[in-house]
């Protein structure tokens, strides 16, 4: 079977309608603190005979924990994982779609064991050829499996498999056929009504689904009925369903169109459901597999995806008719073609098998139990009491009778809070006789509890000290409650400092009306403010007057002092900066004869001798009045470096460095130089007093002249055999080619280098190509073509020389005349040539027949036949030769002959029209000239309007041979004139003429 309760909780494959006789039920409170340990009260009624509590289920809205377990069962494409529990023994069966054979998985009594695999083969082609899901169920006693598949086609069927008392053993299978219009069935969903089991499978290639009724039991023969196609289903591949709120819901993928269809049963499942297409909810991509599933009335899903082999999360936005939205967690687990999607709860982890078709592999997700409960499961009837380590929405679970078929579940969500939170805000830096202002930030109504030094207490939320002293330095905590909640404790630490110790020694007095004393106000890494603005720990004294300096600590708190400077006039000058010769001394002479000395390098005479480079400095006392002054003395130096080597080629530039002027042995005054050949180079550089001198020897070596020759070319037929020399014989070669000798023979196209070194290790190095030319020269077959065209001959071979029969030098010419023709096409000394030969069709003359005209009820026989000619194509759209008109206009005609198209055209005139009008008639009804009426010719639609001379209208009639007999109201008009107007079409044209006509009566006697 697919699932079983014991193990698997909450997920449902095996659906029972069955009426409850156990309703589970407790009572928790809705809220508690973390860390808050409560109690359960269980308020389940009816016979319950086994309990599983669970308080903490993992979140199955997030990425699963994934891998990939291989190829552990002798799989073959596998597309579907059923799992079934036989006594302790846990045992999965894999369906093989492409081997057509079924995989037996033997895990012992855990499902974290790795299985040990049998093939148990496919029970002599019982099994049909794209098998696909098998069902598992124990009925009294005895093992069934279902089996569907087929791949749509004559294989299409069910198979029952019978284990006997147990899964371990080869199973019988029987063909029950194809039962319902299964059209490549796929999954089967097994569920129970009123003692009766059905079943529902889609049908893949049918884009449908079918239902079977198998009695009491799978160990029977079912019937079916196939519902046809509901919810817009294209290749539909799975269906989950599940129940939310007394009705039930099926979720379908559709693969080729990348869909999902929703079926909605109602409160039965035994109804005919209604269906609609969702469409692409987001990342679907040949969806296979799908699960659904309730938890504590939040509906979860998860779908695979064929062709972007990855795993999607379904997210129910409003229940399970509200909009669904798919996204995708990736491949998480070498997804290769996954399908199927099998999942169950080991103890309190919650697992799915997901069969990979593609890589023969089985890939394994979970979601990890929550940890936030102290204890994550329980089966007693009364759980022992529970808390929460961290804040959130958990959901406890009872599921009584697990197995039985009066099973109940029952689930209530418990909100965790976290501690009222609290934080200490205030001063925590401050100087002796300052106040300490902490404060507490917590929530509305709670209570507050301090604690500081020198067993300082306080419960209210803020608190003030005043006149700190250190002694009141430390650590000040609170503690804030709630309800039943207590936070946890905020400290602050506060800090009480003294100022710093500021000194910045005695008056000072100087007869040296320009100078510079440096005051330090001590204290590092402290604040300092100057009188004069400055803030830094030291600054310098130029003028008489007072400084005074406030130094700040971390805390803030100051302390300040301040010198006075008074002057008198004391000068002291060591000189200008100098330089020093190498090896000599040099005097420095401080003046101020008789006064006290203090010099930098600890000598007290007023003239010291320094045989070093340096700063030297003195301070002069003389009669309390101090003067100083300081002299730099730097060495003269000259290095040109050690002896040079190098390969002819690379310069050699000699520096003498700064120097005021400069005399090199080959004459030249310039700082650098340039060493272009072997020899000793020398240098005397003049600095200040100094004349230093230095020298250097510079070897040029020599460097091999390297001359491969030019590139060569060679002709596609021509044999290439070249020798290659580097010259310089007595060398080391290094070839492209990996040779060492001095010359090479290469026989084949290709780039050849070579590195040439002299012993003196100076190295040159050249490169030539052999290359082939490949002309393939072709202009096309003889042709022929039309006269009056032109036809195009290109030779190809861009960049190539060409020679044409015609003298022409380019790559392509135009031809318009008849013949042969050839080209040579050149590259080097290479070439290559073609010809064809060109025949050019005179286009005969082609005449229909001359310009004619025709009248209307005339027909025409208009022929273009030419000799040999074919294809004609009028611009009536006739193909005949001749066609028959009866209507003006211009008419065109072409026709093919010899493969030249040639046309002609005739103009169809209209025939000339007329009508005359009778100027008098005699309606006397003597039976001669009785009526009036249009003579009329190559004229239709007549109408004739007569009217008298007042304009009144006696007369209208409209035909063919419309006529009037002169009477207006039954009675013949009088002597005199009327007016006629004619209106009539000519050629579909609207005309009009007018005229008059005399009426006269005839007085004589009529002869009979």
């Given at each position: 079977m697919k699932?079983?309760?014991?193990?698997?909780?909450?997920?449902?494959l095996t659906i029972s309608l069955k009426s409850q006789q156990i309703v589970a039920g407790f009572t928790a409170p809705d809220t508690v603190c973390v860390n808050q340990t409560f109690t359960i009260q269980n308020t389940t009624t009816g016979p319950a005979t086994t309990w599983y509590w669970n308080f903490c289920m993992g979140n199955t809205n997030v990425t699963p924990v994934a891998t990939n377990l291989g190829n552990i069962g002798f799989f073959g494409g596998p597309v579907y994982y059923s799992i079934g529990k036989d006594g302790s023994n846990y045992y999965a069966f894999v369906t093989n779609n492409w081997g057509a054979n079924l995989s037996r998985l033997s895990y012992g009594s855990s499902l974290a064991n790795m299985p040990v695999a049998t093939n148990l083969g496919n029970f002599g082609g019982m099994i049909p050829i794209s098998m696909e899901d098998m069902y598992l169920e124990n009925v009294g006693g005895t093992w069934y499996g279902i089996m569907v598949g087929g791949g749509g086609g004559a294989n299409d069927r069910l198979v029952r498999f019978n284990f006997g008392n147990s899964l371990a053993n080869m199973p019988t299978a029987v063909n029950l056929g194809n039962i319902g219009g299964m059209v490549y069935p796929q999954r089967l969903q097994v569920f129970s009504s009123g003692g009766t089991?059905?079943?529902?499978?889609?049908?893949?290639?049918?884009?449908?689904?079918?239902?079977?009724?198998?009695?009491?039991?799978?160990?029977?023969t079912p019937t079916g009925v196939n519902l046809g196609n509901i919810g817009g289903l294209s290749q539909p591949d799975d269906l989950a369903i599940i129940n939310y709120g007394g009705?039930?819901?099926?979720?379908?993928?559709?693969?080729?169109?990348?869909?999902?269809?929703?079926?909605?049963?109602?409160?039965?499942?035994?109804?005919?459901?209604?269906?609609?297409?969702?469409?692409?909810?987001?990342?679907?991509n040949g969806p296979r597999g799908i699960d659904v599933w309730v938890e504590c009335g939040q509906i979860r899903g998860l779908i695979t995806n064929r062709y972007g082999n990855d795993l999607l999360n379904m997210n129910f936005t409003n229940g399970p008719t509200g909009p669904i939205i798919t996204t995708s967690f990736g491949n998480i687990a070498g997804f290769s073609f996954p399908h199927s999607i099998e999942r169950y709860r080991s103890g309190d982890t919650l697992f799915a098998m997901i069969p990979n078709v593609s890589n023969n592999t089985l890939s394994r997700i979970y979601y990890p139990p929550c940890t936030n409960a102290s204890i994550p499961s329980s089966v007693f009837q009364t759980p022992p009491p529970i808390s929460y380590v961290s804040t959130g929405t958990f959901y406890i679970n009872l599921t009584v009778n697990e197995t039985q078929i009066n099973k109940s579940d029952y689930c209530k969500k418990i909100i965790v809070v976290a501690p009222p939170t609290v934080a200490v805000t205030g001063n925590t830096l401050l100087c002796v006789g300052d106040s300490i202002k902490l404060y507490g930030n917590a929530p509305p109504g709670s209570s507050f509890l301090w604690s500081g030094p020198n067993s300082f207490t306080s419960s209210t939320q803020n608190i003030l000290i005043g006149n700190a002293g250190l002694n009141q330095s430390g650590t000040y905590s609170l503690v804030v409650s709630k309800g039943a909640c207590s936070s946890t404790m905020a400290v602050k630490t506060v800090s009480v400092a003294s100022g710093p110790t500021v000194n910045l020694g005695p008056d000072l007095n100087t007869c040296n009306s320009s100078f510079s004393f440096t005051l330090n106000a001590q204290n590092p890494g402290l604040s300092y403010l100057w009188n004069t603005g400055q803030t830094t720990q030291t600054i310098q004294a130029t003028a008489v007057g007072g400084y005074s300096v406030v130094v700040t600590n971390a805390a803030g708190c100051s302390s300040s002092d301040i010198i006075n400077i008074s002057t008198g006039s004391l000068s002291v000058n060591l000189g200008n900066d100098t330089i020093m010769c190498p090896g000599t001394s040099f005097s420095i002479n401080a003046g101020v004869s008789g006064a006290t000395y203090t010099w930098s390098n600890a000598q007290n005479a007023q003239t010291i001798s320094v045989n070093a480079p340096g700063t030297y400095s003195v301070l002069v006392n003389s009669n309390g009045c101090f003067?100083?002054?300081?002299?730099?003395?730097?060495?003269?130096?000259?290095?040109?470096?050690?002896?040079?080597?190098?390969?002819?080629?690379?310069?050699?530039?000699?520096?003498?460095?700064?120097?005021n002027s400069y005399q090199w042995s080959n004459g030249l005054t310039t700082q650098t130089i340039n060493a272009s050949s072997s020899g000793n180079y020398w240098v005397q550089v003049n600095i200040g007093n100094c004349s230093i001198y230095d020298t250097v020897g510079v070897l040029i070596k020599n460097t091999p002249l390297v001359n491969l020759g030019a590139d060569k070319l060679f002709c596609k037929d021509e044999i290439i055999s070249v020798n290659l020399d580097a010259g310089n014989p007595g060398a080391t070669y290094n070839w492209s080619n990996s040779q060492s000798a001095q010359t090479i023979h290469v026989s084949n196209v290709g780039t050849y280098s070579v590195m040439v070194t002299l012993?003196?290790?100076?190295?040159?190095?050249?490169?030539?190509?052999?290359?082939?030319?490949?002309?393939?020269?072709?202009?096309?077959?003889?042709?022929?073509?039309?006269?009056?065209?032109?036809?195009?001959?290109?030779?190809?071979?861009?960049?190539s020389n060409y020679q044409w029969s015609t003298g022409n030098a380019?790559?392509?010419?135009?031809?318009?005349?008849?013949?042969?023709?050839?080209?040579?096409?050149?590259?080097?000394?290479?070439?290559?040539?073609?010809?064809?030969?060109?025949?050019?069709?005179?286009?005969?003359?082609?005449?229909?027949?001359?310009?004619?005209?025709?009248?209307?009820?005339?027909?025409?026989?208009l022929?273009?036949?030419?000799?040999?000619?074919?294809?004609?194509?009028?611009?009536?759209?006739?193909?005949?030769?001749?066609?028959?008109?009866?209507?003006?206009g211009m008419y065109y005609v072409t026709a093919t002959v010899t493969g030249c198209k040639v046309s002609d055209e005739i103009k169809v005139d209209d025939c000339e029209s007329e009508i005359w009008l009778p100027n008098t008639f005699t309606p006397d009804e003597d039976g001669l000239n009785d009526i009036f009426y249009p003579v009329c010719y190559n004229i239709s639609q007549v109408t004739l309007t007569v009217f008298d001379r007042w304009g009144e209208q006696i007369f209208e009639g409209s035909g063919t041979n419309v006529a009037w007999d002169g009477k207006y109201k039954g009675q013949i008009c009088q002597d005199g004139v009327y007016t006629c107007k004619v209106k009539y079409k000519q050629r579909g044209r609207d005309k009009q003429k007018i005229g008059r006509v005399a009426i006269l009566k005839n007085t004589g006697t009529r002869q009979n």
């Open positions: 699932l079983f309760y014991t193990i698997f909780f909450p997920l449902l089991t059905y079943a529902f499978t889609p049908n893949a290639f049918g884009n449908s689904i079918t239902r079977l009724n198998f009695g009491s039991g799978i160990n029977n009705n039930w819901y099926g979720y379908i993928v559709n693969e080729t169109n990348n869909t999902l269809s929703r079926l909605d049963f109602g409160t039965s499942l035994l109804n005919t459901p209604t269906g609609v297409n969702l469409g692409n909810t987001g990342a679907l003067g100083t002054d300081e002299i730099t003395i730097t060495n003269a130096t000259l290095n040109l470096g050690a002896d040079i080597e190098v390969c002819q080629g690379i310069p050699v530039i000699l520096n003498a460095g700064v120097g012993a003196n290790g100076c190295s040159s190095a050249d490169v030539i190509n052999i290359v082939r030319s490949d002309l393939n020269v072709n202009i096309g077959k003889d042709t022929s073509f039309c006269s009056g065209a032109a036809f195009i001959l290109n030779a190809g071979n861009p960049g380019t790559q392509a010419i135009s031809v318009t005349s008849p013949g042969y023709y050839w080209v040579k096409v050149s590259q080097g000394h290479c070439f290559a040539t073609d010809s064809v030969y060109v025949l050019i069709h005179d286009v005969p003359v082609f005449n229909v027949s001359k310009d004619t005209v025709i009248c209307i009820g005339e027909k025409l026989i022929s273009a036949h030419l000799y040999n000619a074919s294809n004609y194509i009028w611009s009536t759209g006739s193909t005949e030769p001749s066609i028959e008109v009866n209507v003006p």
